[in-house]
Each structure stands twice: as structure tokens, then as C-alpha cells.
């Protein structure tokens, strides 16, 4: 299997390869911060990799628009709520085009809340734009 997977990828179009390699970078970096801002409750690190228009959308279907708002929403964690420790695992990109490129994988936490241990875990889909010599999300729908 390893091996069609590392055919299809030779075969893939060189914008897409380049779009790819380009926005791998920001995409392990944004994820990395995201699993110790979570931890740490810093809103404004977990928003920083959004577009200033960028859309969140959670499970529950809310969505939320903007960098701002969306660091609005990430600071409003309860104050009985303690994230102990998260992990995001990117399980797969694509590239539509040469500025778009499309991630996906899961989310895990350990959560604290009324003297309670829990663990959390969802999936994700990131819509990843090129702005200039950056990438940043466009969307994010949490499932």
C-alpha cells in the first residue's frame, strides 16, 4: 500500500505538490501551538492562525465569524473547565488548487471539570488559504 500511495503522490501535479510543501509548515505549527494554547487557555494563540474572516464552525452546527469572534469564543471557556493536555493528529491534506489546501484529522483531551476526568476527542476539516507568504484558515468545521 506504501507504495501506491508514494505513486499517486509522484503523479500528483506540481502546483499541488508546491501547495502542498508550502502550507505544511504553518499547518504543524498551527497545530502544535493550538494543543498548548488549549492547555494553557491562551484564546488569542488558538485564534491567531485564523484569516481575519475566517469561519469556525463547532458540533453543535454554531458558527462563529471572524479571527475576533473567534478568539471571543475560545476565551469563554468555564472557569470550572481545565484542559490537561490535547493532541491534534492531521491525518490527511489535499490541495484543490495552488492557494487552497484542505486538512483533516481528530482532536483528543483530557478535561477536568467539577472535580472530574474526562477524555474529548473530535474530528476536524480545515480550509487552509495562501495570503501571501502565509497560510491561514479559512474555515474549520468540527464534528
Known amino acids: 500500500m506504501a507504495d501506491k500511495v ?7 501535479p506540481a502546483w499541488e505538490r508546491q ?10 505549527r498551527s497545530n502544535e501551538e493550538w494543543a498548548q494554547a488549549i492547555v494553557g487557555g491562551d484564546a488569542g494563540a488558538m485564534a491567531a492562525p485564523y ?20 478568539r471571543a469564543m475560545y476565551a469563554k471557556r468555564r472557569a470550572d473547565v481545565k484542559v490537561l493536555n490535547a493532541r ?3 491525518e490527511g ?12 484529522g481528530s482532536a483528543t483531551m483530557t478535561v477536568q471539570s467539577r472535580g472530574k476526568t474526562r477524555q474529548a476527542s473530535g474530528r476536524y476539516l480545515t480550509v487552509w488559504h495562501r ?3 502565509r497560510w491561514v484558515i479559512t474555515h474549520n468545521i468540527a464534528f
Open 6 to 12: 508514494a505513486i499517486i503522490k509522484r503523479a500528483a
Open 19 to 28: 501547495a502542498l510543501a508550502s502550507a505544511a509548515p504553518f499547518i504543524d
Open 51 to 70: 484569516d481575519e474572516h475566517g469561519i469556525f464552525i463547532g458540533p453543535d452546527g454554531v458558527e462563529v465569524r471572524g479571527r475576533d469572534a473567534v
Open 88 to 90: 491534534i493528529k492531521s
Open 93 to 104: 491534506r489535499t490541495a484543490a488548487d495552488p492557494d487552497d489546501v484542505y486538512e483533516w
Open 131 to 133: 495570503a501571501g507568504q
